[in-house]
């Protein structure tokens, strides 16, 4: 069966949108989605990257995504056996308009909320190969009774170590030549994260995403922590 074909920026994914794709869904049809490779700025703030995850929170994997150049037209001959076609949704839907959630969620009108399935396979999946690396240069002989202070103290000593190259002005990094000191220390905080989330089955990205739900009903500068 040949595809129905969507092209747009979904700067974001909206629920007009979703409809839109789930019409053709219905239909049994696959559904393919051109994702327009526009510049960030604040009409376009979410990036290719982003988008797909939207789309796989969404769709799973029922929506292939594929990337193309900025358009202002769509161009066909007669008799090519396609032909764009108008779908008509509810009044309230058509109303929705990306602009405007754009807006508002510039002006902090919108509530956000932190439940990124799409983050949470993504972190997991990394977590596997991570420890999977980890595993094979000998960190976890004792499987997952290793020591956690001493990893919770490594990860300690990699963010001292990220501080002191904030103090030194953050130079290129001498093993990784195209990134920062900086950037590598803190990359390796993050392994040990996604390390330990593997190897101990510790939920951290589902945390993560719980943590900052909660965080949005506490106070300015909730905390009082002071560098």
Request: aromatic content about 8%; some cysteine; glycine content about 8%.
């Amino acid at each position: 069966m040949r595809a129905s074909l969507f092209i747009g920026r979904y700067q974001p994914l909206h629920e007009g949108h979703k409809k839109l794709i789930q019409v053709a869904l219905d239909e049994g049809k696959p559904v393919v989605v051109g994702l327009m490779d526009t510049a960030i700025d604040t009409s376009n703030p979410y990036s290719i990257d982003e988008r797909r995850a939207m789309f796989a929170e969404a769709f799973g994997d029922n929506v292939k995504c594929i990337v193309i150049p900025p358009i202002d037209e769509v161009c066909f001959g007669r008799n090519v056996g396609y032909w764009p076609r108008r779908i008509y949704l509810d009044a309230d839907t058509e109303e929705i308009s990306a602009t405007k959630i754009r807006d508002d969620i510039a002006a902090g009108d919108v509530d956000i909320t932190f439940n990124d399935k799409a983050f949470i396979e993504a972190w997991n999946r990394v977590a596997v190969l991570v420890h999977e690396l980890s595993v094979s240069q000998g960190f976890w002989r004792d499987g997952a009774n290793r020591n956690k202070g001493e990893v919770i103290a490594l990860a300690h000593s990699e963010l001292s170590e990220a501080l002191e190259c904030f103090r030194e002005r953050n130079k290129r990094d001498k093993n990784i030549y195209d990134m920062t000191g900086g950037e590598v220390q803190l990359s390796d905080v993050l392994g040990i994260l996604l390390d330990m989330s593997a190897g101990y089955g510790l939920k951290i990205a589902e945390a993560l995403m719980k943590k900052m739900e909660f965080n949005k009903g506490r106070g300015w500068m909730h905390g009082n922590k002071k560098f």
